[in-house]
Nanobody, 122 residues
């Protein structure tokens, strides 16, 4: 069974950094686009970042551009989200997401992790 497991969430102060990781259970993911979404309390889940199967193309929401960086290590089946200059509005549950295709489809992929909480205090 395909599994995505996130880690690295926590509580930080505004301006600090945090790194999220997503470990995939199968080699299948080395051929798939992968990304991150987030959901804040009372809000819909929103796109954060995505990368193509080989990591050559990366996509970001305007709200995180210049502060977050997505990367992947296909040898280890891991995707990371490096988050810098965090703001209270970045507080949300962050979900790892994977597509069956090699390229980002501008809509959520088929596979989800369980989510990891990120809380940014003032």
């Amino acid at each position: 069974q395909v599994q995505l497991v996130e880690s690295g969430g926590g509580l930080v102060q505004a301006g600090e950094s945090l790194r999220l990781s997503c470990a995939a259970s199968e080699r299948f993911f080395s051929n798939c686009a992968m990304g991150w979404f987030r959901q804040a309390p009372g809000k819909e889940r929103e796109f954060v970042a995505a990368t193509t199967w080989n990591g050559e193309s990366r996509y970001y929401a305007d709200s995180v551009k210049g502060r977050f960086t997505i990367s992947r290590d296909n040898a280890k089946n891991i995707v990371t989200l490096q988050m810098s200059s965090l703001k209270p509005e970045d507080t949300a549950v962050y979900y790892c997401n994977a597509w069956r295709t090699a390229y980002y489809q501008y809509s959520p992929g088929e596979y989800w992790g369980q989510g990891t909480q990120v809380t940014v205090s003032d």
